[in-house]
Each structure stands twice: as structure tokens, then as C-alpha cells.
T-cell receptor, first 113, second 117 residues
Framework: GDSVTQMEGPVTLSEEAFLTINCTYTATGYPSLFWYVQYPGEGLQLLLKATKADDKGSNKGFEATYRKETTSFHLEKGSVQVSDSAVYFCALERAGGSYIPTFGRGTSLIVHP | DAGVIQSPRHEVTEMGQEVTLRCKPISGHDYLFWYRQTMMRGLELLIYFNNNVPIDDSGMPEDRFSAKMPNASFSTLKIQPSEPRDSAVYFC???????????????FGPGTRLTVT
């Protein structure tokens, strides 16, 4: 079945450091890939997405590139801020058939001033 | 639009009591999802609806859980009787229809934090 694997957290960084959160997936066909962010006490919200191979999603300084050859969708940001502290979820949606979204376990990011 | 609305935001109840969680999806969205989030198990999909019809409830943990969607603007998740292991944050999410396309994001509500003592 479909699955999403994320690096375990927490990831702890100092402000202005470079961020990478790894995400790999297993799915048949050509899924769409997403990164969601969950701030404390809130629901998940879409951060960025990519719907086909080699697409790059970007938003708020975050980027991720859909790499079909490595089945990966790693999240990156060049300079993190304290306000980026949150839990980040990688997810996929497989095209066709019954719709059942698949989320990773989430990676907690803590950014210190 | 106000986004996905959930109520109550917090619920504390005693073991054995009935609990009803409520959700109002974004107007015009065709899909509605119920999730449960815990530290141990992460985010779990419990059930989802398409055009008010339950499509897949394989994630519902047991018969104590039931969900309904009587119309396009309202859904409930009921636990009867509740148990301490049901303590979690329950999220409702909605999205547009996927027919002929993909890559539609889900819009999550703020969640209901349930504590069963």
C-alpha cells in the first residue's frame, strides 16, 4: 500500500540556519505530493504541493521538488525563523480509485533565537 | 468563508459517557474527512464522505465510533460509550471533488481536544 516516511524529530535549529526535512514515499502510479504545517493548537494547513515529477512547490520561503527517481519530496528552507517552529507533515494523494490520503508521522521543528 | 468549523474545541467527559463532535465543512466542498491525532499513532484517517455518503470507514477503531453526514453542511462523529484511550485531538477536514483531477488540498478545522477520564 501507499506509505510516507519522514525523518524523526524533533529537529532543533538556531534562527537563520538551513532546514531540510526528508520525506520519501511509496505509491503506485504518479501521486500528488504535499507538505502541510501544523502550528501549536491549530489544524494542519497546506504549505506547498507538487502534482508531477520535477515540479517544485514553494511557499513562504519553503521549497520541495518532486523527485520520482528517488521517490522523495524533501522540504527545504534557506533561513528559518522562530515563527517556523511547528510540526511538518509530508503527504501523498494517489490519482484514481478510492481516495484515501496518506500522511507521514510528522516532524517537529524547533527554532531557537 | 470562515473555514472548517468544529465544535466543541475542548471536551472533557467521564468514561462511559456519550460524546458528539461536530463539523461544518467549507461551503461547496464535496469531501469530508474525520481524523484522530495522538502522540503514539500520529494522524489517523477514521472515515471520509463524498457528497454526504460514507465512502470508507475502515479507519473507525470499533463499533463505539459512528459518523454521519445528514447534509452537505454538517457532520457528526459520535463515541458511545467513551473510554480513556479515546483521548485525542479529532480533526475534521474538507476538500473539493477530485473527479478528473488531483492535487486538491485538504482544509482542516482547528480540532476538538477530547479528554476522557
Amino acid at each position: 500500500g501507499d506509505s510516507v516516511t519522514q525523518m524523526e524529530g524533533p529537529v532543533t535549529l538556531s534562527e537563520e540556519a538551513f532546514l531540510t526535512i526528508n520525506c520519501t514515499y511509496t505509491a503506485t502510479g504518479y501521486p500528488s505530493l504535499f507538505w502541510y504545517v501544523q502550528y501549536p493548537g491549530e489544524g494542519l494547513q497546506l504549505l506547498l504541493k507538487a502534482t508531477k515529477a520535477d515540479d517544485k512547490g514553494s511557499n513562504k520561503g519553503f521549497e520541495a521538488t518532486y523527485r520520482k527517481e528517488t521517490t522523495s519530496f524533501h522540504l527545504e528552507k534557506g533561513s528559518v525563523q522562530v515563527s517556523d517552529s511547528a510540526v511538518y507533515f509530508c503527504a501523498l494523494e494517489r490519482a484514481g480509485g478510492s481516495y484515501i490520503p496518506t500522511f507521514g508521522r510528522g516532524t517537529s521543528l524547533i527554532v531557537h533565537p | 468563508d470562515a473555514g472548517v468549523i468544529q465544535s466543541p474545541r475542548h471536551e472533557v467527559t467521564e468514561m462511559g459517557q456519550e460524546v458528539t463532535l461536530r463539523c461544518k465543512p467549507i461551503s461547496g466542498h464535496d469531501y469530508l474527512f474525520w481524523y484522530r491525532q495522538t502522540m503514539m499513532r500520529g494522524l489517523e484517517l477514521l472515515i471520509y464522505f463524498n457528497n454526504n455518503v460514507p465512502i470508507d470507514d475502515s479507519g473507525m477503531p470499533e463499533d463505539r465510533f459512528s459518523a454521519k453526514m445528514p447534509n452537505a453542511s454538517f457532520s457528526t462523529l459520535k463515541i458511545q460509550p467513551s473510554e480513556p484511550r479515546d483521548s485525542a485531538v479529532y480533526f475534521c477536514a474538507s476538500s473539493l471533488d477530485r473527479w478528473g483531477g488531483q492535487g486538491y488540498e485538504q482544509y482542516f478545522g482547528p480540532g476538538t481536544r477530547l479528554t476522557v477520564t
